[in-house]
């Protein structure tokens, strides 16, 4: 038997990972603020609560420690950053130390804490550290600084926690653009009807899953579905 622990299961493309494992017999926790919308199936053991919650994070760990294995540790779940009024995202020299709180804590913190909690069991079970990264980690869009920043800093600590324990695979994967609630978040009112399905980018995830090339960054689309995991 499989685990699996993906944060923000209940929506976009943690969703979809929750349900393509679940579907191939994985047992997968996951998580999300608003419990009622988390998938229901035998094989998903959903959690409400927030990532940046330390008594919520104690919970995950409760249950893998009822599992007693991890062999996969999906960090989705993130937040976009501060906005003025209901369009605008507000640049770098408007942020305050707040809106570094609001984005750092959701999209490193958590992450950095929630793996070093676990990380015993990924060990053990020669386990995967799989983060979902941006183009924003690399490329610089206006009014997404903190953002971007902190998929920079993920991509770093996903890769430095591969570094530091050679027995698991570390990857951080820019899924692309998705049509999601946080895609559509980040262009307000734009008909974004032309974007992917988050549904499209699973393959990819599990090629990269069954493959477990050596630790890197990968843009999705470049991960080769050959490897899919039947
Ligand atoms: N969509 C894109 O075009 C795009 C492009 C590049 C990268 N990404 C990355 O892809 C990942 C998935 O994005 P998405 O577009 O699928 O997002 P989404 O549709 O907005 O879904 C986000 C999921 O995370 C949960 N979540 C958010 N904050 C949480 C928190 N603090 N604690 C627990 N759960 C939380 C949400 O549920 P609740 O709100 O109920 O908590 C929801 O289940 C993110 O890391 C994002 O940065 C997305």
């Known amino acids: 038997m499989n685990v699996a622990l993906v944060t923000g299961g209940s929506a976009g493309l943690g969703r979809a990972l929750v349900t393509a494992l679940a579907d191939r017999g994985w047992t997968v926790i996951t998580d999300a603020r608003d419990g009622s919308r988390l ?19 104690r919970a995950l760990l409760e249950q893998v420690k009822l599992a007693d294995r991890l062999d996969l540790l999906v960090h989705n779940a993130s937040a976009l950053g501060p906005r003025s009024g209901d369009t605008r995202y507000r640049a770098l020299a408007e942020t305050t130390p707040e809106d570094f709180q609001d984005v750092w804590r959701p999209n490193i913190g958590a992450p950095l804490v929630l793996t070093s909690l676990l990380l015993p069991w990924l060990v053990e079970s020669r386990g995967i550290l799989l983060s979902i990264s941006s183009d924003a980690a690399v490329d610089h869009y206006e009014g997404f600084g903190l953002y971007g920043a902190s998929k920079a800093a993920l991509d770093h600590i996903t890769l430095t926690f591969g570094a530091e324990n050679p027995t698991i695979s570390a990857y951080a994967v820019d899924p692309g653009d998705m049509r999601t609630e946080m895609h559509q978040e980040w262009f307000p009112g734009e008909d974004i009807s032309d974007r992917p399905l988050p549904e499209t980018v699973v393959p990819h995830l599990l090629a990269l899953i069954n493959a477990r090339p050596a630790n890197g960054r990968f843009r999705a689309a470049d991960i080769n579905l050959v490897q899919e995991v039947a």
């Open 39 to 57: 998938p229901q199936s035998p094989n998903v053991i959903a959690i409400t609560g927030d990532i940046t919650d330390g008594v919520h994070r």
